[in-house]
């Protein structure tokens, strides 16, 4: 069974940083393409930052270009994402999402079948 677990949520001061991890298990994703979106409150879920299958190719929403960094460890199955200066407007549920088929690099949430259960991000002003 597939699951995708993220953590490292929490309530963060305005200018602080926080790394989220999420974790694969149940199949191997090495091929392929994952990614970060969020859900503010009162928004539609949103693209931010998606990382190929090396990690040598990486997309960001421009709304993050600068603050957040995404990475993944294939040898462990898990994606991260540094984010740096969280403004107030960061506050949403993080997901975490593989796309389906390998080597891809869409942002549009109907490539993703595989999604995690979010983690809370609170950035306090």
């Known amino acids: 069974q597939v699951r995708l677990a993220e953590s490292g949520g929490g309530l963060v001061q305005a200018g602080g940083s926080l790394r989220l991890s999420c974790t694969a298990s149940?199949?191997?994703?090495?091929?392929?393409?994952m990614a970060w979106f969020r859900q503010g409150p009162g928004k539609q879920r949103e693209f931010v930052a998606g990382?190929?299958?090396?990690?040598?190719?990486?997309r960001y929403a421009d709304s993050v270009k600068g603050r957040f960094t995404i990475s993944r460890d294939n040898a462990k199955n898990t994606m991260y994402l540094q984010i740096d200066s969280l403004k107030s407007e960061d506050t949403a549920v993080y997901y975490c999402?593989?796309?389906?088929?390998?080597?891809?690099?869409?942002?549009?949430?109907?490539?993703?079948?595989?999604w995690g259960q979010g983690t809370q991000v609170t950035v306090s002003s």
């Open positions: 990382i190929n299958w090396s990690g040598g190719v990486t």
């Open positions: 999402a593989v796309e389906g088929a390998p080597f891809g690099l869409e942002s549009k949430e109907s490539y993703f079948p595989f």
């Open positions: 149940g199949r191997d994703f090495s091929g392929h393409f």
